[in-house]
């Protein structure tokens, strides 16, 4: 076992979490920006992935020492296998930009429509973020964007804490609505973002119907994973099987938009003189899929009724992005207001996965999504958020992890 690793099997079970979330977002970011640089981030991640999994693998077949150890040790394996499965899924993702496969620029322009994107800056001598810690930035809530990870030459920060401080050289990633990007560049005294093109130039001409109808069905692939994810990590952090039975009928979906995704690409391929550059499309649309089957198949112990191993519910609950059920309080500040005018995520850092009304949940609720009381809540995001986020939905702070 490296020494640069964890030692015991929570925390690499939360750096392997933190390590394939991140590993995800990058590999979207690779695309979104044309980068063989996120790329590259990507490929290192993927190596310390897999040296993690190998020693969660070998600790955890230590660590049974019973049948019913065997039983809850099964349950951590199969996440820990899923983990790997998904960091591969990214792997595949930000292979599309290095091997060239082709991401038309209708898919680009659409990508800052997904909720959430990955930014990446390194910090410059004498900036606003050189010699300043991490809380003193206080970054999720002047930006919207929340720090998820540090690299300083080769050595990672997956859990950014509020002393650490940032020095010059130093690359930082965050994770939040488009808006924040430009913020981010100037305190770290870096040019703002100029969007290189879209791979291979774009046919000439109108806009392609079944082309525009691929676009919107990946981005929302896109979305439906990400949730997924959330939903599945969600369901082993609080053994809910109501979660558990939303992430197999997300999974459900998905198979049904994979198939309608390859349909439209297909048909648009005829209205092309080069009909390869379509090819990254339909990656995209294979390893979506795959995120979301890793999803499915983690649940599978609490959708049974099996009893979900406490370093697993552990390790979940203390990644750097938390996840917590709320219910907005009648008369509460967001009661009656839509998510778009309490702007969650530049004023709290956090994010509305999904929302419970009526025994009946609606992912990724949009901008106009009106809030009522009584509604259950599933929010994500950077722990500072906790706070401002309890006074908006009307719950005292030490009551939002019950």
Same mark, same amino acid.
């Given at each position: 076992?490296?020494?640069? !690793?964890?030692?015991?099997?929570?925390e690499?079970?939360v750096e392997?979490?933190?390590?394939?979330e991140? #590993?995800?977002d990058?590999?979207?970011a690779a695309i979104?920006y044309?980068?063989e640089?996120f790329?590259?981030e990507v490929?290192?991640?993927?190596?310390?992935?897999?040296?993690?999994?190998?020693d969660?693998?070998?600790?955890?077949t230590?660590?049974?020492?019973?049948?019913?150890?065997s039983?809850?040790?099964?349950?951590?394996l199969?996440?820990?296998?899923?983990?790997e499965k998904i960091?591969?899924?990214a &792997?595949d993702?930000?292979k599309?930009v290095?091997?060239?496969?082709?991401?038309?620029?209708?898919?680009?322009?659409?990508l800052?429509?997904?909720?959430?994107v990955?930014?990446?800056? !390194?910090?410059?001598?004498?900036?606003?973020?050189?010699?300043r810690?991490?809380g003193?930035?206080?970054?999720?809530i002047e930006?919207?964007?929340?720090?998820i990870?540090?690299?300083?030459d080769a050595?990672?920060?997956?859990?950014?804490?509020?002393?650490?401080?940032l020095r010059?050289?130093?690359v930082?990633f965050?994770q939040?609505?488009?808006?924040g990007i430009?913020?981010i560049?100037?305190l770290?005294g870096?040019?703002?973002?100029?969007l290189g093109?879209a791979g291979?130039?774009g046919?000439?001409?109108? %806009?392609?119907?079944?082309?525009?109808?691929?676009?919107?069905?990946?981005?929302?692939?896109?979305n439906?994973?990400e949730?997924?994810?959330?939903?599945?990590?969600?369901?082993?952090?609080? %053994?809910d099987?109501g979660?558990?039975?939303?992430?197999?009928?997300?999974?459900?979906?998905?198979?049904n938009m994979?198939y309608?995704?390859?349909?439209?690409?297909l048909?648009a391929?005829?209205?092309?003189?080069?009909p390869?550059r379509l090819?990254?499309?339909?990656?995209?649309?294979?390893a979506s899929?795959?995120i979301t089957?890793?999803?499915?198949? #983690?649940?599978?112990?609490?959708?049974?009724?099996?009893?979900v191993?406490?370093?697993?519910?552990?390790?979940?609950?203390?990644?750097?992005?938390?996840v917590?059920?709320l219910t907005?309080s009648p008369?509460a500040p967001?009661?009656?207001?839509s998510?778009g005018s309490l702007?969650?995520?530049?004023?709290t850092?956090m &994010?509305?996965?999904?929302?419970n009304?009526?025994?009946?949940?609606?992912y990724?609720?949009?901008a106009?999504?009106?809030?009522?009381g009584?509604d259950?809540v599933?929010?994500?995001g950077?722990?500072?958020?906790?706070?401002?986020?309890s006074e908006l939905?009307?719950q005292?702070l030490e009551?939002?992890?019950?």
């Amino acid at each position: 076992m490296r020494e640069d !690793r964890p030692r015991n099997l929570k925390e690499m079970l939360v750096e392997a979490k933190n390590t394939s979330e991140l #590993m995800v977002d990058l590999a979207y970011a690779a695309i979104f920006y044309n980068s063989e640089d996120f790329s590259e981030e990507v490929f290192r991640l993927e190596e310390r992935l897999n040296g993690l999994v190998f020693d969660m693998r070998t600790l955890a077949t230590l660590a049974a020492r019973s049948p019913a150890d065997s039983e809850q040790m099964a349950g951590i394996l199969q996440v820990v296998e899923d983990i790997e499965k998904i960091g591969n899924a990214a &792997y595949d993702i930000a292979k599309i930009v290095v091997k060239k496969l082709g991401i038309p620029s209708e898919l680009l322009e659409d990508l800052p429509e997904a909720e959430e994107v990955t930014s990446r800056v !390194r910090v410059n001598a004498e900036s606003r973020m050189d010699g300043r810690s991490v809380g003193d930035l206080d970054l999720p809530i002047e930006s919207g964007m929340r720090p998820i990870a540090v690299r300083s030459d080769a050595e990672w920060n997956f859990d950014p804490e509020p002393e650490d401080v940032l020095r010059a050289g130093d690359v930082i990633f965050l994770q939040g609505p488009s808006e924040g990007i430009a913020d981010i560049r100037e305190l770290a005294g870096a040019p703002p973002l100029a969007l290189g093109p879209a791979g291979e130039p774009g046919e000439a001409g109108s %806009q392609i119907s079944e082309l525009e109808r691929a676009v919107d069905l990946l981005i929302e692939m896109k979305n439906l994973s990400e949730v997924a994810v959330g939903l599945a990590y969600s369901a082993l952090l609080y %053994q809910d099987a109501g979660l558990a039975r939303e992430v197999v009928a997300i999974e459900d979906e998905m198979d049904n938009m994979r198939y309608r995704t390859e349909r439209w690409v297909l048909l648009a391929a005829r209205h092309m003189e080069d009909p390869a550059r379509l090819r990254g499309m339909l990656h995209l649309a294979i390893a979506s899929e795959a995120i979301t089957d890793c999803a499915q198949e #983690m649940v599978w112990i609490v959708e049974k009724g099996e009893e979900v191993h406490p370093v697993l519910s552990v390790a979940v609950g203390e990644s750097d992005e938390v996840v917590l059920k709320l219910t907005v309080s009648p008369q509460a500040p967001a009661d009656g207001r839509s998510l778009g005018s309490l702007s969650l995520e530049t004023e709290t850092g956090m &994010y509305a996965l999904a929302v419970n009304r009526g025994g009946r949940w609606t992912y990724r609720p949009r901008a106009s999504y009106v809030l009522q009381g009584g509604d259950s809540v599933l929010a994500s995001g950077a722990p500072e958020g906790l706070e401002p986020l309890s006074e908006l939905f009307g719950q005292e702070l030490e009551d939002l992890g019950e």
